[in-house]
């Protein structure tokens, strides 16, 4: 049986209790997807090469020798996990 949170407690339960759950999970994943497509998907194609490729500049810390991506940032990307619609093999 599903788990419900506060939000079926605030609706006092019952059939009204679980609709307001499953659409506050509903809403929480239509949230996911716009942020996954303005973080991630949006910019990387306005960088993408004419051969569907993206190149980003990387920079060399003098400081600490780290390296550091920009334009796009390519290790701001979802992690291995978190990647359910695939970003990371595009």
């Given amino acids: 049986p599903?788990?419900?949170g506060a939000a079926y407690e605030a609706f006092h339960g019952g059939e009204v209790g679980e609709r307001a759950?499953?659409?506050l999970d509903s809403l929480c994943a239509a949230n996911a997807i716009e942020t996954m497509l303005s973080t991630f998907i949006?910019?990387?194609?306005?960088f993408?090469?004419?051969g569907s490729r993206i190149h980003c500049s990387l920079n060399l810390?003098?400081?600490?020798g780290r390296l550091s991506a920009?334009?796009?940032?390519?290790?701001?990307?979802?992690?291995?996990?978190?990647?359910?619609y695939r970003v990371r093999d595009a």
């Fill in 2 to 4: 599903p788990r419900f």
């Fill in 42 to 46: 949006m910019p990387l194609q306005e």
């Fill in 70 to 84: 920009r334009a796009p940032n390519l290790q701001n990307q979802p992690a291995l996990e978190k990647d359910k």
């Fill in 61 to 64: 810390n003098t400081e600490t």
């Fill in 21 to 23: 759950c499953r659409a």
């Fill in 48 to 50: 993408a090469s004419p």
